[in-house]
């Protein structure tokens, strides 16, 4: 007894059906593939055809008085000719950090100079809450040989006489970890130099009571500032000195055997 195989047979709507799809699919995929090369095309013409400078835009909307932080900001390509005249250099932009936005930026918009607040705004801003800041003469503290630099922390000793009794002149540290707000009338870090500078006067971030110890402290003795490594924010537990305590000690005196003396003769 033989048996017929049957195949089911094929509906031919859900054939045309299945065919619509993978057309569509394939179809969809090359227009997608389409569209990518074009506007690799496009953009490579676009640089050939103008010469593309880096500039520096906000990553995302910033509001006026917002601080100018180096993770708001990316740098981006553009035509030269669409570069604004003030548009601020990508390699000197360490020297707005810190500063606020004297008006707002919409993401995407290139960073100018006319986005910054003015210099007297911004240099009033840089002071935390609560402090002051106190401009000396670099004769009485010393300039660490027009090395500072603004944002340094520097550490201030005071060398000067007791009063009283004890007249003995000591040296003895004042403050700790003091940031320096500018050197002379420079009220940012220099970007890309080391290059000693000449300035006259320095202006520190203290509190009013320590603004009014340094003033006591100058006008008694001899300031000097330490300059310590930014990262280091312990305070200095040095104690005071004076001469004698850097003086080399004297040796302890060498023990001498003493000369034994014998008074008389020889019993007989």
């Not at 520096?56 to 932080?69: H, Q, S």
């Not at 007791?162 to 707000?181: A, C, D, R």
């Not at 000449?198 to 402290?217: F, G, K, M, N, Q």
Request: charged letters at 20%; glycine letters at 6%; hydrophobic letters at 40%.
């Amino acid at each position: 007894m033989k048996f017929a195989l049957k195949l089911p047979k094929l509906n031919a709507n859900f054939l045309v059906l299945g065919l619509a799809i993978v057309l569509g699919v394939g179809a969809l995929f090359l227009i997608q593939k389409f569209m990518k090369d074009y506007k690799a095309h496009i953009d490579a013409e676009e640089r050939n055809a103008h010469k593309m400078v880096e500039v520096v835009v906000a990553n995302a909307d910033l509001p006026r008085g917002a601080r100018i932080d180096p993770r708001a900001f990316a740098k981006r390509e553009i035509p030269r000719e669409y570069v604004p005249s003030t548009a601020v250099d990508p390699q000197h932009f360490g020297q707005y950090v810190g500063q606020r936005l004297g008006a707002p930026m919409k993401h995407g918009e290139p960073f100018l100079e006319l986005h910054l607040e003015s210099t007297t705004a911004v240099f009033s801003s840089t002071l935390d809450n609560g402090n002051r800041a106190l401009t000396t003469e670099v004769d009485e503290v010393n300039s660490i040989s027009g090395m500072l630099r603004p944002s340094d922390h520097i550490d201030l000793m005071v060398t000067a006489h007791g009063t009283g009794k004890n007249q003995t002149e000591v040296t003895f540290p004042l403050l700790s970890n003091v940031e320096v707000l500018a050197t002379g009338q420079i009220t940012r870090k220099a970007d890309g130099t080391n290059q000693p500078q000449t300035y006259t006067t320095i202006t520190l971030s203290v509190s009013p009571a320590d603004a009014e110890r340094i003033v006591v402290a100058k006008n008694s003795g001899k300031l000097t500032a330490v300059l310590r490594n930014p990262d280091d924010s312990k305070a200095n537990a040095t104690t005071a000195m004076n001469i004698d305590d850097v003086l080399p000690k004297k040796p302890a005196a060498a023990y001498r055997r003493p000369v034994q003396y014998i008074v008389g003769g020889i019993g007989r």
